[in-house]
Every structure is written in C-alpha cells, then in structure tokens.
C-alpha cells in the first residue's frame, strides 16, 4: 500500500499549520522533537495544542524561544538541517532551505550560501521545515497532493519594506503550483510552505482513488472573521500510485560517455524522476545512444531545456506514459558500524548501492560483500 497525503488548503498554507496539521492526523509529536533537536538548535520549545476556531478543533503548533536569533545566514541552517540523523528527513529539510535560499539569492543579487535571511532565518523557520519532513517520515507518506493554493491579495510589511503578496520569494517558489484567487487579503501562503511543497514534489493533480485513513486539521494564528484559519490534510492508503508521465528522449552521436554519464546524473539532480542510456545505429551505420528522461509533465519544460543546454542535441521528443508505482518502504541497517538503507516493495527488497559503495570505500570489503551483508542484516 502507498501512503498519501493531501493537502487541502482551505484559507492558505504556512509551515506551521502544515505541521500542526500533521500531528492532529498522528504524526508522532516526540519524533518530530528529536529531529529538530538534532540540527543541534537551541532555546526552543514546540507545542501542539488545541484550539477551537468558528467551532472547529484544530491543533496549532506554537514555538516558545528563549534563544532569540531572529536571522541567520541560509548556509548555516542548510548546515543545521543537514544534521538530522535520518538522512530522508534530513534530505527534505536540506532541499526545502536550499530551495529558499537559491530563490532568496537571486531577488538580492547574492549567492546563494551568503543570503541572509531575515523573518525566514529564526528559530520558526528550521523548526516548521525539519517538523514536517519527520512527521511526513513518521507517518510513511510517499506521495503528497495538495490542492489548489489560494493567494491573497494587498501588501505585506518585510525586512525591505512593503511588498506585494504574494511576496517575490513565495511567486517564485510557487512556479509550477496551482493558485487559485481568494477573498482573502495579506499573506496566506508562506515561503516555508512554497519551499515545503517544492521539495516534496507535491502533485497539484487529484489523488488516486484511496482508503480514508485520518484527517488533521493545522489552525494558522491568524484570526478570521468568518470562517476558522485552517489547513486540513486527509491521510490515505492506495494500492499503487498511478500517473502519467513524460518521456523525453533525444538520439546523440557526436558527444563522449563522460557527458553522456554527466547529464544522465545531472537530469536526476534537476528533477528528472529516472535518466537512461541506451546504445543505437543510426543511419549510415553511425553508433549513437539515446538519452532519456522520465519526468512529470510539471518538469518537462525545464528537463527539455536542460537537455538542448548539456548535449547541443537538436531535437528531443516527448512521449506521454502511465506509470504504476508500487508502494515500498525503506528501512535502516548497519554494516560494519555503517547505516545502509534498504527499499522494500511487495515482492523483494535489496540495500540502495550509494549506501553500499560509502561502506566498501570505508571498510574496503567488496561491494558484493557489503550488498550480500546488507541484505541479511536485522533492522
């Protein structure tokens, strides 16, 4: 079964009505604890209560600071982030900030490491990112949906002054999302949360049909006068995920393996859902390879430019596919004092080779060894 996740938006979107969210649907509340305390943060609390808007109950996640750093450059809580023992939880935290820093960097003129961030670099910030991606992690979603976001309208006061909302930062993190129009005025989608959607690769499509499992209601601390200011996220259980995807493929003979090798990786770093190279003839007997790419329709614009950019090709061609992806679950074991993941699906499971190569580089034991251990290890 593959755990889904949707997001319904009612009145907007923030990192911490996200994850209070989260935690009223199940999510573990002392996990999400232990993974911000490993970014090594301090003078924080995180509290979850309840409370009651226009009569609905809602969890509201509340963060009670002594120490009051209230901006910190995007390198170091990358670096904090970064610090999360499971590296899944750590992985998503790490995109999500990076995601707001490169965006960050470039509205200012300023790489990206450098930026200093302001009302996004305290405390609320890395607990909001690291919180959601462990109780997503805890609660073993493996795809999340989220329904249209709706954005408000006015102005909103910043570290630079007045600004337009939505504010530049959210505009360009929300690229590629669906928005819809809201009576609502000011800020109703935040940054963390853009950059929380981005990383996750959250599909703005309906959801395969799926098994109701729980529902959690997230209320933001804004107070509405005619409605609750809330974020509601429906958990559910389906058989497979299924979608269509795009495959993009291009035929090349004038260029080496070694760039072959590089954009095959490199299509994966920017989105590209699996890359691979298969050997041709083309005409005149020419050998060749065709490099191809499975993306989401929503990255396939961006893949096709990066593939004209890396290999000069002169043509790529797009062909529509359905994809059944079977659920799967990963879990940790140690090889040599080492950790290696280990996938699952319904039928068979083997250790992720990355995790397998860092241990026989260390232990210098053959890769086929620490594969044949991995495999026998107890969780």
Not at 38 to 60: I, M, R
Not at 129 to 157: D, K, S, Y
Request: net charge negative.
């Amino acid at each position: 079964m593959t755990c889904i996740c949707v997001i319904s938006p009612f009145t907007g979107l923030a990192g911490d009505m996200l994850l209070a969210a989260l935690v009223d649907a199940g999510a573990p509340l002392d996990a999400i604890r232990a993974a911000i305390t490993d970014t090594g943060l301090t003078g924080w609390d995180l509290t979850v209560p309840s409370v009651t808007t226009h009569g609905l109950t809602a969890a509201q996640a509340t963060v009670s600071v002594s120490d009051h750093a209230t901006s910190r450059k995007a390198a170091e809580l990358i670096a904090m982030a970064g610090r999360v023992r499971n590296r899944a939880v750590a992985d998503t935290a790490v995109a999500a900030l990076r995601a707001i820093a490169e965006v960050e960097g470039r509205l200012h003129g300023e790489h990206s490491d450098e930026v200093h961030l302001h009302e996004l670099g305290g405390h609320d910030t890395l607990v909001d990112v690291v919180g959601v991606a462990a109780a997503l992690h805890a609660l073993e979603v493996r795809t999340v949906h989220c329904e249209p976001l709706p954005l408000g309208t006015g102005t909103i006061r910043t570290a630079h002054g007045l600004l337009p909302c939505p504010a530049p930062a959210t505009a360009k993190l929300l690229e590629g999302a669906q928005v819809t129009g809201t009576s609502l005025t000011g800020e109703t989608v935040t940054p963390t949360a853009a950059a929380l959607l981005r990383a996750l690769n959250a599909d703005y499509r309906p959801p395969p049909p799926m098994l109701l499992r729980a529902t959690g209601y997230g209320a933001g601390t804004r107070t509405l006068p005619d409605r609750p200011n809330v974020a509601v996220v429906r958990l559910g259980e389906a058989e497979a995920d299924v979608r269509d995807l795009v495959v993009l493929e291009t035929n090349l003979d004038d260029i080496t393996g070694e760039v072959l090798g590089h954009v095959a990786e490199l299509l994966l770093e920017r989105g590209a859902l699996d890359s691979w190279i298969t050997p041709a003839v083309m005409k005149k007997g020419r050998p060749a390879h065709v490099l191809h790419a499975l993306v989401t329709p929503e990255a396939a614009e961006e893949v096709e430019r990066l593939l004209f950019a890396e290999t000069g090709t002169l043509g790529v061609r797009w062909t529509t596919v359905r994809r059944t992806a079977v659920a799967r679950t990963t879990e940790t074991v140690l090889v040599h004092g080492m950790p290696v993941r280990r996938k699952h699906g319904p039928h068979r499971g083997k250790p992720e080779y990355d995790d397998a190569v860092a241990v026989a580089r260390q232990t210098g034991l053959p890769l086929r060894a620490v594969l044949a251990a991995a495999e026998k290890e107890q969780p």
